[in-house]
């Protein structure tokens, strides 16, 4: 049991690293050993489970069956082991987890001594990303993710909800004049590319209802701050949480377009893996973010 235990949580970090490379190094064995591994459990089951080539790892269907089937097994296993060696309530451990910058140094890290004032014995690893694939190649705990979620395997909590507003230099707004929604359809867009329809969206008047625009996308970035400095810059108009250009719409840097109609409020959700038992040290996390971060 302990031989085909070792062989499965290689073969699941294989896979979630897409490397035998990086696989061996987070399980700190060699790399042909790794091999090994994936090769021995393929021997047992009678199956491929990998097909391998000089580029990249993919599975096979029965590979496919297999590691969706010991995944969630081999977390509540690793749970298990740290619940006992720490002890039941014992918040201790690394815990690795990230979130986009922008939002990070803003609400993330003024809060994060005080998480760690409370849970001495917790190891902070705190990278800055949005992407949820980040969750499982990068061993992560816990993602904060801004925007409204699409289902995923996931489970995830909300945190707060968050304005966002359609902006502007006056520079650009004196070559590129907006002063309906439709007018949004021709102007030059510097849009988000973490988002699926990054220039298509619905705008809503309290009495003349809702229209949908779609602006061509001249420009991208998966940056907040990027983005905010390209608007700036006179590029185009851009859609931008309230919290990132309060400073610039104050000073006169930007203008809120058509400010007579609102954007959809968009959610800061806490994402984690689907597993039946949460590490004691994610849970702690959550609990304190929603009690300082929740509304």
Same mark, same amino acid.
Request: hydrophobic share 40%; proline share 5%; aromatic share 8%.
């Given at each position: 049991?302990?031989?085909?235990?070792?062989?499965?949580?290689?073969?699941?970090?294989?896979?979630?690293?897409?490397?035998?490379?990086?696989?061996?190094?987070?399980? *700190?064995?060699?790399?042909?050993?790794?091999?090994?591994?994936?090769?021995?459990? %393929?021997?047992?089951?009678?199956?491929?489970?990998?097909?391998?080539?000089?580029?990249?790892?993919?599975?096979?269907?029965?590979?496919?069956?297999?590691?969706? %089937?010991?995944?969630?097994?081999?977390? &509540?296993?690793?749970?298990?082991?740290?619940?006992?060696?720490?002890?039941?309530?014992?918040?201790?451990?690394?815990?690795?987890?990230?979130?986009?910058?922008?939002?990070?140094?803003?609400?993330?890290?003024?809060?994060?001594? +005080?998480?760690? %004032?409370?849970?001495?014995?917790?190891? /902070? *690893?705190?990278?800055?990303?949005?992407?949820?694939?980040?969750?499982?190649?990068?061993?992560?705990?816990?993602?904060?993710?801004?925007?409204?979620?699409? &289902?995923?395997?996931?489970?995830?909590?909300?945190?707060? &909800?968050?304005?966002?507003?359609?902006?502007?230099?006056?520079?650009?707004?004196?070559?590129?004049?907006?002063?309906?929604?439709?007018?949004?359809?021709?102007?030059?867009?510097?849009?988000?590319?973490?988002?699926?329809?990054?220039?298509?969206?619905?705008?809503?008047?309290?009495? /003349?209802?809702?229209? %949908?625009?779609?602006?061509?996308?001249?420009?991208?970035?998966?940056?907040?701050?990027?983005?905010?400095?390209?608007?700036?810059?006179?590029?185009?108009?851009?859609? /931008?949480?309230?919290?990132?250009?309060?400073? &610039?719409?104050?000073?006169?840097?930007?203008?809120?377009?058509?400010?007579?109609?609102?954007?959809?409020?968009?959610?800061?959700?806490?994402?984690?893996?689907?597993?039946?038992?949460?590490?004691? +040290?994610?849970?702690?996390?959550?609990?304190?973010?929603?009690?300082?971060?929740?509304?």
């Amino acid at each position: 049991m302990h031989t085909h235990l070792n062989r499965v949580q290689t073969f699941l970090a294989v896979v979630d690293f897409g490397s035998y490379t990086k696989a061996a190094n987070y399980l *700190c064995i060699s790399k042909a050993m790794a091999s090994l591994h994936v090769k021995a459990l %393929e021997e047992v089951l009678s199956a491929t489970l990998l097909i391998r080539n000089t580029r990249n790892i993919s599975l096979t269907e029965i590979g496919q069956d297999f590691y969706n %089937e010991f995944k969630g097994i081999v977390a &509540d296993i690793d749970n298990a082991f740290e619940n006992v060696l720490h002890g039941h309530n014992r918040i201790s451990g690394k815990l690795r987890f990230s979130s986009t910058s922008e939002y990070g140094e803003r609400y993330i890290l003024p809060i994060i001594s +005080k998480f760690t %004032e409370r849970y001495p014995e917790i190891r /902070l *690893c705190y990278n800055f990303n949005s992407s949820l694939n980040d969750l499982v190649a990068e061993k992560l705990d816990l993602v904060i993710r801004l925007g409204n979620l699409a &289902d995923s395997a996931f489970k995830s909590r909300k945190l707060a &909800d968050y304005d966002i507003v359609l902006v502007a230099s006056p520079d650009f707004l004196a070559r590129h004049p907006v002063v309906e929604p439709l007018d949004l359809n021709s102007v030059p867009w510097i849009a988000n590319s973490n988002l699926q329809g990054p220039t298509n969206w619905t705008l809503s008047h309290p009495q /003349l209802g809702q229209v %949908e625009v779609n602006g061509p996308n001249h420009f991208e970035s998966n940056s907040s701050t990027a983005i905010r400095a390209m608007t700036l810059s006179s590029l185009g108009v851009s859609v /931008l949480p309230g919290w990132v250009v309060e400073d &610039d719409l104050a000073n006169g840097r930007l203008m809120r377009l058509l400010p007579e109609y609102a954007l959809p409020s968009q959610s800061v959700n806490v994402v984690f893996p689907n597993s039946s038992h949460l590490p004691h +040290k994610s849970r702690a996390f959550i609990d304190f973010l929603l009690l300082h971060l929740g509304q």
